[in-house]
């Protein structure tokens, strides 16, 4: 039984029966509150989410994949938002708002959440002055992180190389529990630490990096990791940062930071999301 085209045909003729907006095909549960937040500032209406359905064996099942799967059969009324990933840097083609395709334009919707100047200017309103930059501590970090990114997609991309470097052995070089001491002088010890272990991974590889991507710079590498690993990393960090002060930072600042405008990643979002709903 071919279960994408028919769950395809279902989906199609919910989206017509004027009861939803939309019906939108999401990765998982976790994300709908990020999307729903992008989709409601676009065209507010009533979404029907998705959170998973049935391969072409007839097994439940969830992630980009699967979305992408449903690609010949999306609409206006019925399509998919989804993590970036490595894709985009990869430049996998057809992923757009043409094709009905929504992407996160970062690594994933966590990558948004930690973005330095609106989490910055969130810890001021929660908690005034803080001894310690985010916004400087992350440009700081984001230039670490470039270049082992630029070695990530251009290994990636073969099988062969990708055993020498992958997102297995990248994460590991970022210590996600630093010490309320090692951020003194905005994390000077903490990101010593996370250089050093980078510029050792990266002496054992012979190819060269990707030479460049038109999207990705220093200042915005940060955007473009893995979104759950920076995301553990803010909150670990955030938390030290608010200890003492009556705030949670990941209930009160972290997971409340979310936000339409500011940057390009989410600005083009916005733009996809703006072309397949308004047109």
């Known amino acids: 039984m071919d279960w994408i085209s028919k769950q395809a045909k279902l989906y199609r003729n919910l989206s017509l029966t004027n009861r939803y907006t939309a019906i939108v095909h999401l990765e998982d549960k976790e994300d709908e509150k990020f999307w729903d937040y992008q989709l409601q500032h676009v065209k507010p209406g009533h979404y029907r989410y998705l959170y998973y359905s049935k391969n072409n064996n007839g097994t439940d099942t969830r992630g980009c994949e699967q979305c992408l799967r449903f690609r010949p059969y999306l609409t206006d009324r019925f ?3 989804i993590d ?5 840097l990869k430049g996998e083609g057809g992923l757009t708002a043409s094709n009905h395709i929504a992407q996160t334009y970062a690594y994933s919707w966590e990558n948004h959440l930690c973005e330095s100047l609106h989490i910055s200017e969130l810890m001021k309103q929660k908690i005034g002055q803080v001894n310690f930059d985010i916004k400087e501590f992350m440009a700081a ?3 670490i992180v470039y270049m082992p990114l630029l070695y990530l997609v251009r290994y990636s991309a073969n099988g062969n190389l990708n055993k020498l470097w992958n997102i297995s052995k990248f994460n590991p070089c970022i210590p996600l529990q630093p010490k309320r001491s090692d951020l ?3 994390g000077k010890v903490y990101l010593s630490v ?3 272990r980078f510029e050792q991974e990266l002496m054992n590889l012979t190819e060269q990096p990707i030479d460049k991507i038109e999207s990705v710079a220093e200042e915005n ?3 473009h990791i893995q979104g759950h690993l920076l995301y ?3 909150l670990h960090i955030g ?3 608010c200890r003492g002060t009556g705030v949670a930072f990941k209930t009160d600042i972290l997971d409340k930071c979310l936000h339409t405008t500011g940057y390009e990643e989410i600005e083009s979002l916005q733009r996809d999301l703006k072309h397949i709903l308004i047109q």
């Open 79 to 81: 399509f998919v938002c």
């Open 221 to 223: 590498a940060y955007l």
């Open 184 to 186: 003194d002088d905005n």
């Open 141 to 143: 970090f984001s230039e």
């Open 194 to 196: 996370i250089k050093s």
């Open 239 to 241: 938390t030290l940062l």
């Open 232 to 234: 553990k990393m803010m």
């Open 84 to 88: 970036s990933d490595l894709r985009l």
